[in-house]
């Protein structure tokens, strides 16, 4: 059986998207999901990377193209009020549930929906607390340091693993990308001789035509 670390953040759409389609992709394989909230922020700001939200046509292009793969696949996706919004109350919420920084479905799901179907506030207090009051039993203070030194763990050891985005998915020193890039990790996982061909490692080889100066 592989093991898949999957790291998620709630604020991106294509993480609730490919939440609910990976039972289905990866479906006869035999692996173990092991789901980690990080900040995407924090990783998008190691690159220089504003992100979608950071550039205006690509902002609108991204929530159209997610409503549309959720309404293509039959995934529940409704923006949410405001976005983007600060993912921080509902990451420290979810490693709530945590000792060692992994999340189980349940948890995962739970906050996901609750950005993602009906389109309400994301962070109203409200809601928040309807929220948490639905989680199973938290083990620290979602304000607290152990949670907070967690939020911090997971998003230090997906940046030193080469996650630049979310979703991501590792499997051993291989990151998968992406909604999209679930037919390639299943691939992966059923064994495809391409990944052992030298195809993987000569793909990140190519030089740049660009000038460093």
Not at 10 to 21: D, E, G, K, M, T
Not at 72 to 100: C, K, N, Q, V, W
Not at 125 to 132: F, G, K, S, Y
Request: aromatic share 8%; hydrophobic share 45%; charged share 15%.
């Amino acid at each position: 059986m592989h093991t898949v670390t999957c790291y998620l953040d709630f604020v991106s759409p294509y993480a609730q998207l490919a939440f609910h389609r990976l039972p289905v992709e990866l479906e006869g394989t035999s692996y173990a999901i092991d789901y980690r909230p990080v900040l995407l922020g924090a990783l998008l700001q190691q690159h220089g990377n504003p992100g979608n939200a950071g550039i205006a046509p690509k902002r609108a292009w991204t929530y159209r193209h997610a409503a549309w793969l959720g309404h293509t696949l039959g995934i529940p996706l409704d923006m949410p009020a405001a976005h983007p919004f600060s993912p921080l109350p509902l990451l420290r919420l979810a490693l709530a549930t945590s000792e060692d920084g992994s999340i189980n479905r349940h948890v995962a799901g739970l906050l996901l929906d609750h950005v993602w179907r009906g389109g309400a506030d994301a962070n109203d207090p409200a809601r928040l607390d309807a929220l948490r009051a639905q989680v199973p039993t938290l083990r620290h203070d979602p304000a607290g340091a152990e949670v907070k030194a967690l939020l911090r763990a997971n998003t230090d050891a997906a940046a030193a693993q080469g996650v630049f985005g979310v979703p991501a998915f590792v499997v051993g020193d291989r990151v998968f990308w992406g909604l999209d890039s679930l037919p390639m990790l299943r691939a992966c996982l059923a064994g495809d001789f391409w990944f052992d061909g030298g195809a993987w490692a000569r793909a990140a080889d190519v030089p740049s035509g660009l000038s460093s100066r």
